[in-house]
């Protein structure tokens, strides 16, 4: 059967399939209606009358909420516009601050481009960056790290799990190298609410990045905790607001949904992620039996229980989504983040793989609406596309 006319059947049979929870996830009709009144209402809560002190109260309870979820102090939680302004916030915030104790910083080479892209501007500005190697599973090399950190070393920035592989990271491990060096620990944790457990105490860490739009709560915003102590020049001034750590007025109501989603997310953690992993591992028994050719990456560390990232060789990522989008299905090209970009993702090159598997990387990333329905419907999509695209056989991808 021509591949056009089986895409068209796939999409007339039955909904579309969303397997691109590691990009955005929707919001839980629980936090729309835990928001809808302060959209109308969201009075400025740096306002002394009534109305301010309300919205003022809405924001305060929610930075407990927050707190609370990740075994942090209230007073160490700044709200931000999203994971990107977190991420900004705490390597511009953390290295101004520090720049007359040295002006050099350790990350992996796997992080988003939001830290990555930050770290480009830094290096403009004058500090030295080190990018830390990854074995073939997307973990970090503990002593390389080690041997990356000196003297003027002020942070390190290492993700708490990587957003293309599901990779986690022996971040307490590294934190406390990080300190006893004297060095700022940021772990960007964007992908781990509602998946892991997340506690930034047991971790060591001093500065983490969070994204409500990640565990079904609203895009444009986020928070970063800042352990007390730890200095950060702020990169948004004007107010006084969120202690002078971040001028702006507050999204009253995106912070009370990031919250209430936050509580939802920890809450159903651990009967979700076994869920979850379940769902994956059905989809890449499956598809490993359908498609022989198909590489799964990342599979050999501890990860994430949503993301499957496969390779396609044969094929482009770009060409494959495309497929899969015709056909009903909703799935990445690597990070979404990095969509449309000329390059093959970052994070496939750092892992070591092969030319005709890096440029048909794809993720498949699942979530609180994902059935075993949906996962045998998704397997025949995938081998329809990958039948009819690919054409190099495993020997050459090795």
């Known amino acids: 059967m021509p591949l056009r006319l089986q895409m068209t059947m796939a999409s007339n049979s039955s909904k579309r399939i969303y397997a691109d929870y590691a990009s955005t996830t929707p919001m839980r009709p629980e936090v729309v209606a835990a928001m809808e009144p302060w959209y109308a209402n969201a009075y400025n809560a740096s306002s002394l009358h009534a109305e301010g002190r309300r919205a003022r109260a ?3 309870d929610a930075r407990h909420t927050i707190a609370q979820g990740i075994g942090a102090r209230d007073g160490e939680i700044v709200f931000t ?20 104790r040295g002006k050099h910083i350790v990350a992996s080479a796997i992080e988003h481009h939001a830290v990555l892209h930050a770290l480009d501007v830094l290096r403009d500005d004058g500090y030295r960056i080190t990018l830390v190697p990854v074995d073939r599973n997307g973990v970090v090399d503990e002593e390389a790290f080690a041997a990356a950190l000196g003297p003027e070393t002020i942070l390190a920035s290492v993700m708490l799990a990587n957003n293309e592989l599901g990779t986690i990271q022996p971040i307490a491990r590294l934190a406390a190298l990080a300190r006893a060096n004297g060095t700022f620990f940021h772990t960007d944790a964007i992908q781990a609410p509602g998946r892991m457990p997340l506690d930034v ?12 739009h990640k565990f079904c709560g609203p895009k444009g915003t986020g928070a970063l905790y800042v352990r007390t102590g730890t200095p950060l020049a702020a990169t948004i001034v004007g107010g006084g607001q969120e202690a002078a750590r971040r001028a702006g007025t507050e999204n009253v109501a995106g912070i009370v949904g990031m919250a209430h989603a936050l509580a939802l997310a920890t ?15 059905s989809f890449a028994a499956r598809l490993a039996e359908a498609v022989p050719q198909a590489l799964f990456v990342g599979t050999g560390a501890a ?3 949503h993301i499957a990232s496969v390779a396609f060789p044969g094929t482009t990522s770009d060409a494959f989504v495309m497929g899969l989008d015709l056909a009903g299905v909703a799935a990445s090209a690597g990070s979404a983040c990095a969509a449309g970009a000329a390059e093959p993702s970052h994070v496939g090159r750092a892992v070591g793989l092969a030319p005709a598997a890096l440029v048909g990387l794809v993720r498949f990333s699942f979530g609180r609406a994902t059935t075993s329905e949906e996962i045998a419907r998704l397997v025949d999509i995938v081998t329809s596309v990958a039948r009819a695209q690919q054409r190099f056989t495993a020997d050459e991808i090795a």
């Not at 516009?81 to 007359?100: H, K, P, Q, V, Y």
């Open 81 to 100: 516009s999203g994971g990107s302004e977190s991420d900004n916030l705490a390597l511009f915030g953390i290295a101004r601050a520090c720049r007359t």
């Open 201 to 212: 105490r047991a971790l060591g860490v001093d500065v983490v990045s969070l994204a409500a």
């Open 267 to 281: 809450a159903e953690e651990a009967a979700e992620s076994a869920r979850l992993r379940a769902l994956r591992d």
């Open 303 to 305: 990860r994430l229980p």
């Open 58 to 60: 809405a924001i305060d």
